[in-house]
């Protein structure tokens, strides 16, 4: 899966790290011909960790922005890395991916955070609740009459920027909601966020696993 997520990341990108605590991951990247770095166990979140490589990477490669991937999404596109690359060409701090929700199932699913965005695309506030309210409308035609987005959990960052938010205690708005990002909005950093049609599987479970083989067995093309 490390090896999936690695060769579609480098179709778009001069050069990619797999950041780990685990050996057998350290090993298994290089037995590839990947490249990998190692990390400390003690991260609270993915975006520490990166930040930890990036320092470290930053002592022999220089680079402006850096792009975090969650290893297990093996079916990651390169336009999709592409299109946070394109949000530095504006005021961006940090990038992010959101996509069109098409139904009232998966907008009041409470584990599929939202997003409203400004006319730029610029992040306005993230919730595990359907934002924003229609009012007077019954909850099943809501998506209907108002455009609402999911949001996609790849970020870019300034490589400045990544290591300033590393630094950042847990906001409030991120202890109600569980979302990371707010504590970036709570203190000031803009988002800019870019639309993707593509959904990808998180692999968490033997679950999600069954789900991505099914994928496969239904004649993904990669592009």
């Excluded at 011909?33 to 990390?39: F, L, N, P, S």
């Amino acid at each position: 899966m490390i090896r999936w997520v690695y060769e579609n990341v480098i179709k778009a990108v001069d050069k990619a790290w797999v950041a780990t605590d685990d050996e057998r991951i350290f090993r298994a990247v290089e037995d590839f011909g990947g490249k990998a770095i190692e990390t400390l166990s003690t991260h609270q979140s993915g975006t520490d960790r990166c930040a930890e490589a990036a320092r470290k990477i930053g002592e022999n490669f220089d680079f402006d922005v850096v792009i975090n991937v969650q290893g297990d999404e093996p079916f990651i596109q390169a336009k999709q890395i592409e299109l946070l690359k394109s949000c530095f060409s504006t005021d961006a701090d940090i990038a992010t991916l959101i996509k069109k929700i098409d139904s009232a199932e998966e907008l009041f699913n409470p584990n599929r955070p939202k997003v409203v965005i400004d006319n730029q695309k610029n992040a306005l506030y993230f919730s595990r609740s359907p934002i924003p309210f229609v009012r007077g409308t019954e909850n099943e035609n809501w998506v209907s009459v108002q455009t609402f987005w999911a949001h996609i959990g790849m970020y870019a960052f300034k490589k400045e920027v990544l290591q300033q938010i590393s630094k950042l205690n847990q906001g409030e708005l991120e202890k109600a909601e569980s979302l990371e990002q707010l504590r970036w909005l709570e203190n000031g950093f803009n988002i800019k966020t870019a639309v993707t049609e593509h959904q990808g599987i998180g692999i968490d479970t033997p679950a999600d696993l069954e789900q991505a083989l099914q994928y496969l067995r239904n004649n993904l093309v990669f592009e």
